[in-house]
Structure formats: structure tokens, C-alpha cells
Nanobody, 125 residues
């Protein structure tokens, strides 16, 4: 089993930045594609960004391209999501997820094997 714990969420003004972290335990992430998803109140969970195990393939949702950057440090068993130029519509609970040895990163939540508990990001206008 893998446990994922997100951190770094909070309240920020529009135009600001946050850096989310996802720390894994129980298993090494080096064999997993990692993804970030978000779920706004009353909406379905949606894909934000994904990165394959060796960082060879990275993709983003159109809504965050050019503003968000996903990265990983396999030695630290941690994945990051740097979020810049935040907008009120980015407000959501952000989740990280792990998908065993699949490329490219999948956009459907059901394809992922493990999930964290989520961290709230609120962007005020």
C-alpha cells in the first residue's frame, strides 16, 4: 500500500502563488506516474497535471498550462505542484494520485491506484 499526504494549500489572493507537496510512504514513487487532480465544490474531480516516473512525459489541463508546473523528486518520494498566477476559479481541493507504470499520465481519476486526502486551495478575488 502507498500512502499519499498533500500539504501546502491555503488562502491566497488572485495572482499569487502556492506550492503543493505530496509526500509518499509505504512504497517508492519511482515506478509510478503521479498526477494532481482538483475538485471544486459541487463539481467532478478533474485532472490538473501528470508526470511519468522518470519525468519523461508531463501534461497539463488546458486551464492551467503556463501557470502550473508539476515536478517530482524520487529520492525524496515527493511530488510537487507549483501554482502561479492563481485565479479564483482555481479554488478547489487538490489531490495527488499514483498510477503504477503507465504512460502517458491518465486524465481519468479511475485509472489511479492511490490517492491522498486532499488539501484545500482558496483563491480570493
Amino acid at each position: 500500500q502507498m500512502q499519499l499526504v498533500e500539504s501546502g494549500g491555503g488562502l491566497v489572493q488572485a495572482g499569487g502563488s502556492l506550492r503543493l507537496s505530496c509526500a509518499a510512504s509505504g512504497r517508492t514513487i519511482s515506478s509510478y506516474t503521479m498526477g494532481w487532480f482538483r475538485q471544486a465544490s459541487g463539481k467532478e474531480r478533474e485532472f490538473v497535471a501528470g508526470i511519468t516516473w522518470g519525468s519523461g512525459t508531463i501534461n497539463y489541463a488546458d486551464a492551467v498550462k503556463g501557470r502550473f508546473t508539476i515536478s517530482r523528486d524520487n529520492a525524496k518520494n515527493t511530488v510537487y505542484l507549483q501554482m502561479n498566477s492563481l485565479k479564483p476559479e482555481d479554488t478547489a481541493v487538490y489531490y495527488c494520485a499514483a498510477d503504477f507504470l503507465r504512460a502517458p499520465p491518465q486524465k481519468l481519476p479511475g485509472e489511479y491506484d492511490y490517492w491522498g486526502q486532499g488539501t484545500q486551495v482558496t483563491v480570493s478575488s
